[in-house]
């Protein structure tokens, strides 16, 4: 398993009875968790000391519960990578890297339970950060990458940060604003992120048309969604034939490509034969794939998170 442990503002404190018990910065939260499916003593103190407490209804979806939480917060995530210069940087990547010494988020609780952050993607910020910030390339051929269902920003910041070129491709418009305030206060506002609301599969579709091609790609995809013109994704039915689409993206000296999954039907296994299938035959390279997880506090186990497949070359 790969385990996002190197956070300092972020904790799990405890797990039980179908919830997490989270310190974010300053706050404490008690958010569900399907994964929790085991009853243990709510030993921790902080669980009579929560700023929020998300209550799932047994109807569906559910509502928050707040106690001195305020509106919106922020929280800092120090890139491994960016602890010593970066080798065979150019001045735009060492400009970046010495902004943003620490990505930093806004947080604030919105609908299911969600928080704007996904902290467990961290290990894999640093990994594919890591490649970016050691990759050996001339000043003239900056390092491309692609970040699809891209969220709030957070796989966007960590790549701007290791020197890339970034296109940042969301379907909602409110998350690209979010996205872009989390890059202003990294530090990252002038780096070279190119930001778009649009369907990531129509627009996959039109790169491929335009030649575009990409050193590094990046996806999240949700287990359904809507595109900004009603387009529905089922991750089931489209990761698939998305996966085999966004490769022919891959430029002939690309570095990495990432797949995300929080579907339970989609195991490491899963990730692993299909990126093979689609890429590797390509491209060659391999393909590692595993579960993702944090460290749980109270009890010294890690927390399942779900599962992320990598290809590099």
Same mark, same amino acid.
């Given at each position: ?57 047994? /109807? $569906?979806?559910?509502? #928050? ?5 305020? =509106? ?5 995530? !120090?890139?491994?990578? +960016? ?89 909602? /418009? $409110?998350?690209?604003? #979010? ?5 202003? =206060? ?5 780096? !070279?992120?190119?930001? +778009? ?117």
């Amino acid at each position: 398993m790969w385990i996002a442990d190197n956070w300092k503002d972020y904790e799990v404190l405890d797990a039980s009875c179908g919830e997490k018990l989270e310190r974010w910065g300053d706050y404490i939260l008690v958010r569900p968790d399907p994964q929790v499916i085991w009853n243990t003593p709510h030993e921790h103190k902080s669980w009579k000391e929560k700023n929020g407490h998300y209550h799932r209804s047994a /109807k $569906g979806g559910g509502e #928050w519960e707040f106690f001195k939480l305020p =509106d919106e917060w922020t929280v800092r995530y !120090p890139l491994p990578c +960016l602890a010593a210069p970066l080798p065979h940087s150019t001045e735009k990547r060492r400009i970046a890297a010495t902004a943003a010494k620490a990505l930093t988020f806004h947080l604030k609780p919105f609908s299911f339970k969600h928080t704007g952050l996904f902290p467990e993607q961290a290990v894999n910020w640093n990994w594919f950060s890591d490649l970016l910030a050691n990759a050996q390339r001339p000043a003239d051929k900056p390092l491309k990458v692609l970040n699809l269902f891209a969220y709030t920003g957070g796989a966007t910041l960590a790549a701007a940060a290791a020197g890339a070129s970034v296109t940042h491709v969301d379907a909602s /418009k $409110g998350m690209v604003g #979010w996205a872009k305030e989390n890059a202003a =206060d990294s530090g990252l506002g002038d780096a !070279p992120i190119r930001w +778009l609301v649009d369907d990531c599969v129509k627009f996959a579709e039109r790169e491929i048309r335009r030649g575009n091609k990409y050193d590094g790609i990046i996806m999240d995809p949700p287990s359904y969604g809507r595109g900004p013109k009603g387009e529905i994704w089922k991750i089931e039915e489209s990761i698939w034939p998305f996966i085999e689409l966004t490769a022919q993206l891959l430029s002939k000296d690309a570095l990495f490509f990432l797949v995300n999954s929080y579907t339970t039907g989609l195991q490491p296994a899963v990730l692993s034969y299909m990126m093979n299938t689609a890429i590797v035959k390509r491209h060659g390279g391999k393909v590692d794939a595993d579960e993702i997880g944090l460290p749980v506090t109270e009890s010294g186990l890690v927390l399942p998170c779900g599962a992320s497949g990598r290809w590099s070359r």
